[in-house]
């Protein structure tokens, strides 16, 4: 069983940062893949950003290509998620999520353990 645990969400204007971080338990951590997702309200979970067991291989959405930045340290069972240049339409709740293999994905279905979500919101 693993258990994740987002922070780092919060207000902040347009055009302004944060960092998500993804705090994992267990120590198998380092072989799971492990991604982003979001959800607006009135609007499915999507897809942000993964990244592969070993940080080599990452992936974002369209949306969010050129500002957002994922990584992970697997000494800290951690996964960040830099995200700059904030428009209000990222405003969200942010869930990490951790798959039961090495490769990365962008599908929903392919995660087998979700936080809880932390809320992010860009003012205009």
């Known amino acids: 069983q693993v258990q994740l645990v987002e922070s780092g969400g919060g207000l902040v204007q347009a055009g302004g940062s944060l960092r998500l971080s993804c705090a994992a338990s267990?120590?198998?951590?380092?072989?799971?893949?492990m991604g982003w997702f979001r959800q607006a309200p009135g609007k499915e979970r999507e897809f942000v950003s993964a990244i592969n067991w070993s940080g080599v291989n990452t992936d974002y959405a369209d949306s969010v290509k050129g500002r957002f930045t994922i990584s992970r340290d697997n000494v800290k069972n951690t996964v960040y998620l830099q995200m700059n240049s904030l428009k209000p339409e990222d405003t969200a709740v942010y869930y990490c999520a951790a798959r039961r293999l090495t490769r990365i994905s962008s599908s929903r279905d392919d995660y087998n353990y979700w936080g809880q979500g932390t809320q992010v919101t860009v003012s205009s």
């Open positions: 267990g120590r198998i951590f380092s072989s799971y893949a």
